[in-house]
């Protein structure tokens, strides 16, 4: 017999899933995303303010470049719990400690797309840009970067659905979001709980995938009309 309000997969009484837990506990649910998206874009900014000025190093000097991917790969490489339990030293329990790690981790991923995108923009619009007496940075910001932003928002989405996923780790030494519930139906064996914060982690990487990919379409013009025609 289910419990009221409920549907189970388990035994009475601790269902994995739950109606009546969700709108009973509406307001921690919204607190615990409104924590796992100002985490999620904390260290996607972080990430992409340090990925573009790496990205244009890379691309103006081109020895740099295997030197750069080389150490944003190595960063990735460095295990997520292993890497935020060690700024707990540096940082104590703060929001730094789970947002530098996270920006680090995205570093790969925008970099790559951003040299991706810069490395798209043809020499003759480079030119024509210079003609028209545009210095570098300004052809920087201006020219290569629009050009660019197809690659970049592709970047972005990449990186925001694997942080997304990721805070949830920071959830172990304290940082909040989805991942303080995850853990703490884990350590409760709390079936209803554990769930209903993993399901709702994929679905905000969901829509957040969504929200992104119709930004770029909104922002790229362009691009529909190469579709279509």
Known sequence: MRPPGGFTFHKQGNPWLSWHYITSNSHAILSATSEHVT?????????????????????????????????????????????????????????????????????????????TGLDEVSGETVDAARGMGLSNPRIFFRVRLPIATPAIVAGLRLA???????????????????????????????????????????????IADSLLLLTQRLITPWRRGMATS
């Open 39 to 115: 985490l999620t874009i904390e260290a996607v900014a972080l990430g992409l303010a340090l990925s573009i000025p790496l990205a244009a190093l890379a691309r103006q000097r081109q020895w740099l470049r295997s030197t750069i991917m080389n150490f944003c790969t190595a960063l990735y490489a460095v295990p997520s719990l292993a890497f935020i339990v060690a700024l707990v030293k540096v940082f104590n329990l703060s929001r730094l400690t789970v947002v530098i790690p996270l920006a680090a981790y995205s570093l790969v991923i925008l970099v790559r797309n951003i040299l």
């Open 160 to 206: 925001v659905v694997s942080t997304i996923e990721l805070v949830v780790i920071g959830g172990y030494v304290g940082g909040g979001g989805y991942g303080a519930k995850v853990f703490e139906g884990f350590n409760t064996k709390s079936h209803t709980e554990l769930a209903t914060y993993i399901v709702l982690t994929v679905l905000l990487a969901l």
